[in-house]
T-cell receptor, first 115, second 112 residues
């Protein structure tokens, strides 16, 4: 069965510092991978997605992620954190074993940004 | 383009009562999902529709939860009777084929 593991339920960075949120997937065949962001009392908003094209994917708000098959990883990065980046971030997977229309989410990482 | 609409935004009920949530997906999206998000956890898929039909309801507690998708468009999710552990945010999402899902703002249910 497909799954994703997000390492670190809470990450805290200073404003202007690098943001790195970790996601590892479990799938025998390269799946589709997604990062979503959730602000308080809101639904989930897509940041970026990997669907077997370029391995370095750029998303909204300056975020990007790199698909590394050898490491089964899809970590999310942003060079310089803003206060407005404080939110919950979810990694998700879909793919051949579960169906490309079935999204399985990780437990989430809460990002705090301090001045 | 209008997004996924959900109502109500908030609902407080007593245990053993019933409750229903409504979702209107993005026009033309064949796939509709209901997710349950318990505080501090990632969303868990409850049920997935493809047009009118159910694709996956393996994690839907069928003794108390039911869902339908009317004419392949709107959907309702019902809980009867509610338990304390049903307190969560219920998220509806829709998707065109083989792409990302688009989420509504969710309904926050509190069972007291």
């Amino acid at each position: 069965a497909q799954s994703v593991t997000q390492l670190g339920s809470h990450v805290s960075v200073s404003e202007g510092a690098l943001v790195l949120l970790r996601c590892n997937y479990s799938s025998s065949v390269p799946p589709y991978l997604f990062w979503y962001v959730q602000y308080p009392n809101q639904g989930l908003q897509l940041l970026l997605k990997y669907t077997s094209a370029a391995t370095l994917v750029k998303g909204i708000n300056g975020f990007e992620a790199e698909f590394k098959k050898s490491e089964t990883s899809f970590h999310l990065t942003k060079p310089s954190a803003h206060m407005s980046d404080a939110a919950e971030y979810f990694c998700a997977v879909s793919g051949p074993s579960g169906g490309y229309n079935k999204l399985i989410f990780g437990a989430g990482t809460r990002l705090a940004v301090h001045p | 383009e209008a997004g996924v609409a959900q109502s109500p935004r908030y609902k407080i009920i007593e245990k053993r009562q019933s409750v229903a949530f409504w979702c209107n997906p993005i026009s033309g999206h064949a796939t509709l999902y209901w997710y349950q998000q318990i505080l501090g956890q990632g969303p868990k898929l409850l049920i997935q529709f493809q047009n009118n039909g159910v694709v996956d309801d393996s994690q839907l507690p069928k003794d108390r939860f039911s869902a339908e998708r009317l004419k392949g468009v709107d959907s309702t999710l019902k809980i009867q009777p509610a338990k304390l552990e049903d307190s969560a945010v219920y998220l509806c999402a829709s998707s065109p084929r083989r792409t990302e899902a688009f989420f509504g703002q969710g309904t926050r249910l509190t069972v007291v």
